[in-house]
């Protein structure tokens, strides 16, 4: 079973630009979480989609946001780029369509963004 | 609101050690609580979890055992190979109108030198 995978893995920005990334879940899996990994700050929660729908939303600014599609895959997209937004960005999925469900977070390799 | 705390390192061992890293949590309710690894480079991956009172969570030879009286999740391992050089995440999940996010402790750092 395929796991978690993330596109682009690595990606290079300047101050003002905005970036998209993107996440496939495992195959099944309905929920999409994203992270921001920082050496300042670790691991932050920045939203999840569960259906396309946000469902629960972390302490970032507006200029963070997602979205999720029919098939599962979600985009996020930070706008006007700051310096402090380099980090390496965690896509997980759980939630299995099985009987019972599966709240078990698993993780992609990440994108790590450079912000110049 | 729900927290982690746990030991930050780093920490360097050698081979065959014993290796305890601390983990204690607040938290409303009754979370689960997981140990993610992060090898350099890469993403999380989950190592063990416990989803409620006393259970033990095992692999690859770590453990932790579930302790709602002392509120903590201490991973143990018996014998460390220099592949288990990597950073360690104690977390616990929290839940929101039916979503349910993670949070992490800092991490702790581990080195295994033969």
């Known amino acids: 079973k395929a796991g978690v995978t993330q596109t682009p893995r690595y990606l290079i920005k300047t101050r003002g630009q905005q970036v998209t990334l993107s996440c496939s879940p495992i195959s099944g899996h309905r929920s999409v979480s994203w992270y921001q990994q920082t050496p300042g700050q670790g691991l932050q929660f920045l939203f999840e989609y569960f259906s396309e729908t946000q469902r629960n939303k972390g302490n970032f600014p507006g200029r963070f946001s997602g979205r999720q599609f029919s098939n599962s895959r979600s985009e996020m997209n930070v706008s006007t780029l700051e310096l402090g937004d380099s980090a390496l960005y965690l896509c997980?999925?759980?939630?299995?369509?099985?009987?019972?469900?599966?709240?078990?977070?698993?993780f992609g390799p990440g994108t790590r963004l450079l912000v110049l | 609101g729900n927290s982690v705390t746990q030991m930050e390192g780093p920490v360097t061992l050698s081979e065959e050690a014993f290796l305890t890293i601390n983990c204690t949590y607040t938290a409303t309710g009754y979370p689960s609580l997981f140990w993610y690894v992060q090898y350099p480079g890469e993403g999380l991956q989950l190592l063990l979890k416990a989803t409620k009172a006393d259970d033990k969570g095992s692999n690859k030879g770590f453990e932790a055992t579930y302790r709602k009286e002392t509120t903590s999740f201490h991973l143990e391992k018996g014998s460390v190979q220099v592949s288990d050089s990597a950073v360690y995440f104690c977390?616990?999940?929290?839940?929101?109108?039916?979503?349910?996010?993670?949070?992490f402790g800092k991490g702790m750092k581990l080195t295994v030198n033969p």
């Open positions: 977390a616990l999940t929290s839940s929101q109108g039916g979503s349910e996010k993670l949070v």
């Open positions: 997980a999925s759980s939630g299995s369509i099985l009987a019972g469900g599966e709240e078990t977070q698993y």
